[in-house]
């Protein structure tokens, strides 16, 4: 009888278009999407607590350490910066052959488009039954409806200034989506043959977006230019993973330390109320690079649940907040929670544990097909199969 280790790596392990896995990247990216989780639910209890306090330090420090848990979306724009870079950078330094553009936009839209259009339409269904059938507000269908139009083309960041209503984790999402496009264009930064000339473009380029947008902020913060500083130092740390990580096996326990304190500081600092992005985005890249270096810190990101979790983050990050405020609902009327640090760490913890297993379901079912970059022809052809059987057959 196989083990249920054996099913869950056989079910939920990603898939990659390339066939290369970065263990290290994905289980980068379990803490990232587990800190956003947490800060989700604790908000979530907050918020039908009316976000009342125990009154000790220890309930004070416990809201301010969860409240950090938004700093997972900068730790997975770095990521994002890294992921996409590795390809073009490879072929600029490298001599690999350069992406073909039309293919790496087809691929985005292909991984990324079926469950997030799924998820959208599910939420979107959402509301019209509790708006319309159930509150019966007038008006309403049409409101739910251009707002999720502008949710499904990316664009309710710039239409409406605002999250969306209908999944107002896609904000993020729709950053992400901005850097997508702009990608091939930034990543001829690695044309630049001098490797100290190349950093300290991406370096400058950085330093620059985080005082410009990041200090100013002469515009709202849902754009690329507000956040660009952690993209850049994604590719700034794609330059250094493909030029000296790579090829650098020799690990060192300083770097452990190095790697637990960098990435512990991007949350910490927060939790401080001393967060300039001027310093958060070369934590997380000192935090990166050191996991690389580091011997038990590396073991721990490459662990096989830490990177299946990491894996199905994109599922995770699309219905997890929708998963934790239905929960609430059997969880206050069974229990009845009082705001205190028990309750409050307890909520936070258990709420996350269905979120995770809807997700890891919706991830096997939707997402992990899609990881196939030849998924539409296969969908094609079995459809294709069916409508060339005879009705005999078919009956």
Same mark, same amino acid.
Request: glycine residues 4%; proline residues 6%; charged residues 15%.
């Given at each position: 009888?196989? +083990? !249920?280790?054996?099913? &869950?790596? #056989?079910? %939920?392990?990603?898939?990659?278009? /390339?066939?290369? *896995?970065?263990?290290? =990247?994905?289980?980068?990216?379990?803490?990232?999407?587990?800190?956003?989780?947490?800060?989700?639910?604790?908000?979530?209890?907050?918020?039908?607590?009316?976000?009342?306090?125990?009154?000790? +330090? !220890?309930?004070?420090? &416990?809201? #301010?350490? %969860?409240?950090?848990?938004?700093? /997972?979306?900068? *730790?997975?724009?770095? =990521?994002?910066?890294?992921?996409?870079?590795?390809?073009?950078?490879?072929?600029?330094?490298?001599?690999?052959?350069?992406?073909?553009?039309?293919?790496?936009?087809?691929?985005?839209?292909?991984? !990324?488009?079926?469950?997030?259009?799924?998820? %959208?339409?599910?939420?979107?269904?959402?509301?019209?039954?509790?708006?319309?059938?159930?509150?019966?507000?007038?008006?309403?269908?049409?409101?739910?409806?251009?707002?999720?139009?502008?949710?499904?083309?990316?664009?309710?960041?710039?239409?409406?200034?605002?999250?969306?209503?209908?999944?107002?984790?896609?904000?993020?999402?729709?950053?992400?989506?901005?850097?997508?496009?702009?990608?091939?264009?930034?990543?001829?930064?690695?044309?630049?043959?001098?490797?100290?000339?190349?950093?300290?473009?991406?370096?400058?380029?950085?330093?620059?977006?985080?005082?410009?947008?990041?200090?100013?902020?002469?515009?709202?913060?849902?754009?690329?230019?507000?956040?660009?500083?952690?993209?850049?130092?994604?590719?700034?740390?794609?330059?250094?993973?493909?030029?000296?990580?790579?090829?650098?096996?020799?690990?060192?326990?300083?770097?452990?330390?190095?790697?637990?304190?960098?990435?512990?500081?991007?949350?910490?600092?927060?939790?401080?109320?001393?967060?300039?992005?001027?310093?958060?985005?070369?934590?997380?890249?000192?935090?990166?690079?050191?996991?690389?270096?580091?011997?038990?810190?590396?073991?721990?990101?490459?662990?096989?649940?830490?990177?299946?979790?990491?894996?199905?983050?994109?599922?995770?990050?699309?219905?997890?907040?929708?998963?934790?405020?239905?929960?609430?609902?059997?969880?206050?009327?069974?229990?009845?929670?009082?705001?205190?640090?028990?309750?409050?760490?307890?909520?936070?913890?258990?709420?996350?544990?269905?979120?995770?297993?809807?997700?890891?379901?919706?991830?096997?079912?939707?997402?992990?097909?899609?990881?196939?970059?030849?998924?539409?022809?296969?969908?094609?052809?079995?459809?294709?199969?069916?409508?060339?059987?005879?009705?005999?057959?078919?009956?």
């Amino acid at each position: 009888m196989k +083990s !249920l280790a054996h099913i &869950l790596t #056989r079910f %939920l392990s990603r898939r990659t278009s /390339g066939g290369k *896995l970065i263990p290290e =990247i994905d289980g980068l990216r379990s803490i990232a999407i587990m800190s956003v989780v947490f800060f989700h639910a604790a908000a979530n209890f907050g918020y039908y607590t009316d976000s009342a306090t125990d009154g000790t +330090s !220890l309930d004070t420090w &416990l809201i #301010r350490l %969860l409240d950090t848990g938004e700093y /997972g979306v900068p *730790l997975f724009f770095a =990521i994002s910066g890294f992921i996409l870079a590795v390809p073009f950078a490879r072929h600029h330094l490298f001599g690999d052959r350069r992406p073909p553009i039309r293919k790496y936009l087809i691929r985005r839209v292909t991984r !990324l488009e079926p469950p997030y259009i799924f998820a %959208l339409s599910v939420f979107m269904l959402k509301e019209v039954v509790e708006r319309v059938a159930i509150a019966h507000e007038a008006g309403a269908l049409p409101d739910i409806l251009t707002h999720y139009a502008a949710s499904c083309s990316y664009l309710h960041n710039a239409i409406y200034n605002e999250a969306s209503s209908i999944a107002i984790v896609a904000w993020s999402l729709e950053i992400e989506i901005q850097f997508y496009l702009l990608a091939p264009i930034i990543t001829w930064v690695f044309a630049v043959k001098s490797p100290m000339l190349r950093r300290t473009i991406l370096a400058l380029s950085a330093l620059a977006l985080s005082w410009l947008f990041g200090v100013e902020k002469p515009i709202n913060g849902l754009t690329i230019l507000n956040h660009g500083a952690y993209f850049l130092v994604g590719l700034l740390f794609a330059d250094l993973y493909l030029t000296w990580l790579k090829n650098d096996e020799r690990p060192r326990i300083v770097w452990d330390v190095i790697a637990i304190a960098a990435l512990s500081s991007v949350f910490f600092l927060k939790a401080l109320h001393f967060y300039p992005i001027l310093i958060t985005p070369w934590l997380i890249l000192l935090g990166y690079v050191a996991v690389f270096r580091a011997k038990y810190v590396r073991r721990f990101f490459r662990a096989t649940p830490i990177v299946i979790l990491g894996g199905m983050c994109y599922t995770i990050y699309l219905w997890h907040f929708t998963t934790i405020a239905a929960f609430r609902i059997p969880f206050f009327k069974v229990f009845d929670p009082s705001p205190t640090w028990y309750w409050r760490l307890g909520y936070t913890l258990i709420a996350s544990v269905p979120a995770i297993a809807v997700s890891a379901v919706l991830f096997a079912l939707i997402e992990r097909p899609t990881m196939d970059p030849k998924w539409p022809q296969k969908l094609a052809a079995f459809v294709g199969r069916i409508l060339r059987r005879s009705p005999r057959e078919s009956a």
